[in-house]
């Protein structure tokens, strides 16, 4: 084995973004090296790239929409110049669909990519940016190894009798099967959940995609059983742009009733449905849900419900879920650390005059009616209202998954309902909860240090320097007094005003061995 140093490239052209990440081979040790990607935010396409934590680029590459062999061509010259000579060894790609007969990672030749054309019409969002990166690779790097792994080839395990339409033979043989997609995010999740949480690697569990496409997949031992995207990765779950499971007969309707024609029904369903179609707002989640419009809200509903049937329809075809209560229990512990922080906020913010009044809450919302300056917490205490209901939301999911008989719960419908209603509860709760409290909280400075000020606590860094009696003294002369450390210990003769201030500094009394420290 030699020292020289190689870099090996993997690319994802998606649909919106070309995402990138470098690892250096020194020997027989792989390092993470660069990882970003290429993207639109506000319309204007950038160039992102960090190592580890610090950002090494953000380069503007102009207005958007994102160009992918733009785009491309940009990043493959800013990793030449930050490679600095390093030579490329490899580049991996992922490829959304190789169909039935790519099962697992492939280097390719023109024959290969021939093939994979064939594939396009299957993946139209996706397969195209796919290939043309290979291509594009293959013209700037000629040479150079290149390797696809595929979206479909984790799906491959799905039974034969999950894969088939109630179609005639031939078109199955034709291709026109389930295929399922997302199979490299799962395929991952697989390798890591053993690590994570044994229990479910080794039973019946659904993991969840969550993006601009979304999909969902019932996995058994760590292998596909069922998911959710079909034939293309148009079908299963409402996606930004996309419809997600349609009936047929709409694409009928559209074409013999409102005239669609092939084209004009591919852009509806790809590009103009969805959560953005839905809500006429975004088709991202994270818009939706910071907005008011009952229009968002419409639209996220419609996405919770179809998750919520596809996770039934997923649990049937596992005959079960091992997973859900240890889920239901994870979120129970999400409501417990919220209502800590709730209550927390609501009695630093008591007052005025009363109370604590450490945090200064935002006064969006009506008062007391009697006590002037007075701002009540009612973000704080729907928040802790949510965090019950999550609580026992995860008793009956409790009872659910101990009512089982051998392989059958009938309880399946009570555990899911539960779930999904903690899930939606709690993150509309805590969206609510850091817009019209948490972004609007200010510290009252004025009223902490006067706390600081005459607080006894801080006695304890006296006890180093003169003692632990007469730090006890202090402490005692203060509270008997009602006077501060600093005054108690300056009438006590302990120490002057200067060497006070220099041994109890609260600032250097904060975290693990505090007290200690020089």
């Not at 701002?375 to 999550?390: C, D, F, K, S």
């Not at 309902?417 to 817009?435: E, K, P, V, Y």
Request: hydrophobic letters at 45%; aromatic letters at 6%; one cysteine or more.
């Amino acid at each position: 084995m030699t020292d020289s140093r190689e870099v090996l490239l993997v690319l994802n052209a998606g649909s919106t973004s070309i995402k990138f990440c470098s690892f250096e081979r020194v020997g027989a040790s792989l390092e993470r090296g660069l990882c970003g990607q290429v993207s639109t935010v506000d319309e204007v396409v950038r160039l992102v790239a960090r190592r580890g934590p610090a950002v090494v680029v953000d380069l503007t590459l102009g207005a958007g929409p994102l160009r992918h062999a733009d785009a491309l061509a940009s990043l493959l010259e800013f990793l030449g110049e930050e490679l600095a000579g390093t030579p490329i060894a490899g580049v991996g790609h992922r490829v959304v669909h190789g169909g039935t007969e790519f099962m697992e990672p492939t280097v390719v030749d023109s024959s290969t990519l021939a093939r994979l054309d064939r594939y396009v019409p299957l993946a139209p969002l996706h397969q195209p940016h796919n290939l043309d990166a290979i291509r594009q690779v293959a013209a700037v790097l000629p040479g150079v190894p290149q390797v696809a792994c595929f979206d479909t080839s984790f799906h491959r395990s799905v039974p034969e009798v999950a894969q088939l339409f109630a179609l005639p033979p031939r078109f199955a043989d034709a291709g026109v099967r389930r295929y399922g997609f997302h199979g490299l995010s799962y395929e991952y999740l697989a390798s890591e959940l053993p690590r994570l949480d044994p229990h479910a690697a080794g039973g019946r569990t659904v993991a969840f995609h969550l993006g601009s496409g979304a999909s969902m997949c019932a996995m058994r031992d760590c292998r596909s059983v069922a998911t959710t995207m079909g034939f293309t990765a148009l079908d299963g779950l409402p996606m930004g742009t996309r419809s997600g499971s349609l009936d047929p007969g709409v694409v009928l309707f559209l074409q013999d009733e409102l005239g669609y024609g092939t084209r004009d029904v591919e852009r509806l369903l790809y590009h103009e449905s969805g959560l953005l179609g839905m809500s006429g707002i975004s088709g991202d989640m994270r818009v939706l849900l910071a907005s008011d419009d009952p229009a968002a809200r419409l639209a996220i509903d419609v996405f919770v419900y179809r998750a919520g049937r596809e996770l039934g329809s997923l649990a049937a075809a596992l005959g079960g879920l091992d997973a859900m209560v240890r889920c239901s229990a994870a979120l129970r512990g999400v409501a417990v650390v919220m209502m800590k922080i709730a209550n927390d906020m609501r009695w630093l913010g008591s007052g005025p005059r009363c109370g604590l009044g450490e945090l200064k809450l935002p006064e969006n919302e009506p008062g007391s009616s009697i006590m002037p300056g007075k701002v009540n917490p009612t973000q704080a205490e729907a928040l802790t209202m949510i965090a019950a209901q999550v609580m026992a939301n995860d008793v009956a999911v409790g009872f659910g998954g101990a009512g089982g008989l051998l392989e059958m719960n009938v309880y399946k419908p009570l555990i899911i309902f539960n779930i999904m209603q903690s899930i939606t509860i709690l993150a509309d709760g805590c969206t609510n909860f850091r817009r019209f409290l948490v972004e609007g909280t200010q510290a009252n400075l004025a009223r902490i240090a006067e706390y600081v000020d005459r607080s006894l606590m801080l006695v304890t860094a006296l006890v180093p320097v003169i003692g632990y009696d007469k730090a006890s003294n202090v402490a005692h002369h203060a509270m008997e007094h009602d006077l501060t450390l600093k005054a108690a210990a300056m009438q006590l003769g302990y120490v002057t005003e200067t060497e006070f201030d220099r041994i109890v500094d609260p600032s250097k009394m904060l975290g693990p061995g505090a007290a200690t420290a020089k």
